[in-house]
């Protein structure tokens, strides 16, 4: 398996413009996590899914940010409006159960402007 | 939610020691996972181990649930071990600590 897939691993964006960040899981993982890591926060989770479906959004941090999994190999993170605050590492992970060892992408490096 | 404490914070190392990580939770955690962050920002998970003792070659972790910590130990550390080691731990999402950070010197 190749692992997580995350895409792009870097976005440069001006403040108020629109960010998706995407994901794809490895095969068979019923679960996907999405964190965020800041020299600030140090590492958030932010969401997480179990077969498509969103679990616990509590760490999402507002209404600005949203997350879909259409389908079991695909998931996205999306910003709108962007912030300069949002400048951080996106990571995606995946894993067969949440007591499970998870999985990391390499993550996306978002840097709003 | 869960308060997780690691220390040290940073660590440095000359090549070839042995050292000991701890984690400390404020309260019991379902499940406990320690991760390497290397110094490129990949990262990697090492153990799951909500309780008892688990080894991978140089590496070893060991979580004692009813005291609520978990220390990993590294032996015979090399240069390709530096980065930053988190701890994490849930009572349902996943909470990580701040890291200790480990350099370790040819």
């Known amino acids: 398996d190749a692992g997580v897939i995350q895409s792009p691993r870097h976005e440069v964006t001006e403040m108020g413009q629109e960010v998706t960040l995407r994901c794809k899981p490895i095969s068979g993982h019923d679960y996907l996590f999405w964190y965020r890591q800041t020299m600030m926060r140090g590492l958030e989770l932010l969401i997480y899914?179990?077969?498509?479906?969103?679990?616990?959004d509590s760490g999402m941090p507002e209404d600005r940010f949203s997350a879909k999994m259409p389908n079991a190999s695909f998931s996205t993170l999306k910003i709108q409006p962007s912030e300069p605050r949002d400048s951080a590492v996106y990571f995606c992970a995946s894993s067969a159960g949440t007591t499970d060892t998870q999985y990391f992408g390499p993550g996306t490096r978002l840097t709003v402007l | 939610g869960i308060q997780v404490e690691q220390s040290p914070p940073d660590l440095i190392l000359q090549e070839g020691a042995n050292s000991t990580l701890r984690c400390n939770f404020s309260d019991s955690v379902n499940n406990l996972q320690w991760f390497h962050q290397n110094p490129w920002g990949q990262l990697i998970n090492l153990f799951y181990?909500?309780?008892g003792t688990k080894q991978n070659g140089r590496l070893s972790a060991t979580t004692v649930a009813t005291e609520r910590y978990s220390l990993l130990y590294i032996s015979s550390s090399q240069t390709t071990d530096s980065g930053v080691y988190f701890c994490g731990g849930s009572q349902g999402n996943l909470i990580f600590g701040k890291g200790t950070k480990l350099s370790v010197k040819p």
């Open positions: 899914f179990n077969n498509n479906v969103p679990i616990d």
């Open positions: 181990i909500p309780s």
